[in-house]
């Protein structure tokens, strides 16, 4: 009688513990990774660099719109890393547009993601990145930058 309480005295204790620390995580890398969530629940990504990009920036209302269209519901996780006046519109823009955003706390400073859209259950998505993904949005924006660079490369260069 003695070693069935102990176990469950251990049992408990050991429970108390994970629910103070957040509970148990499965596959911590990987959440780490993706801002809190599962790559299976991932719609749609991109880098620190592409997220405090103009480009990405001008087009992300579209893009959200694009993706609650066919998604329900749909989440954001902004990185830490990304730029305070980014984030905050990014964080704007989601709840203009129904969608619940968090801007993750820095345990996720190693994640290589600045944006990720995603739900709150498994998902089929071939290609994940947002430049692939949009990029019939995203490519005449960036032919015009490209032509009026070389305009001007053409004229001083």
Not at 77 to 99: D, H, W
Not at 115 to 130: A, F, G, P, R, T
Not at 138 to 149: C, F, G, N, R
């Amino acid at each position: 009688m003695t070693l069935c309480y102990t176990k469950t005295m251990t049992d408990i204790n050991k429970v108390i513990m994970e629910k103070s620390q957040g509970g148990v995580k499965l596959n911590p890398d990987e959440q780490r990774r993706f801002l809190g969530t599962f790559e299976e629940r991932v719609l749609a990504s991109c880098s620190i660099e592409q997220a405090n990009k103009t480009l990405i920036r001008s087009h992300f209302k579209e893009m959200l719109s694009g993706i609650m269209k066919d998604y329900q519901p749909v989440f954001v996780k902004i990185s830490p890393e990304v730029e305070s006046g980014n984030q905050i519109f990014y964080l704007k823009t989601s709840k203009e547009l129904g969608c619940e955003a968090t801007i993750v706390s820095s345990d996720y400073q190693s994640s290589p993601f600045g944006l990720i859209v995603h739900s709150d259950h498994l998902v089929q998505v071939d290609d994940k990145d947002m430049n692939q993904q949009f990029a019939s949005l995203l490519q005449p924006a960036e032919k015009t930058a490209k032509e009026k660079h070389s305009l001007w490369k053409k004229w001083f260069g």
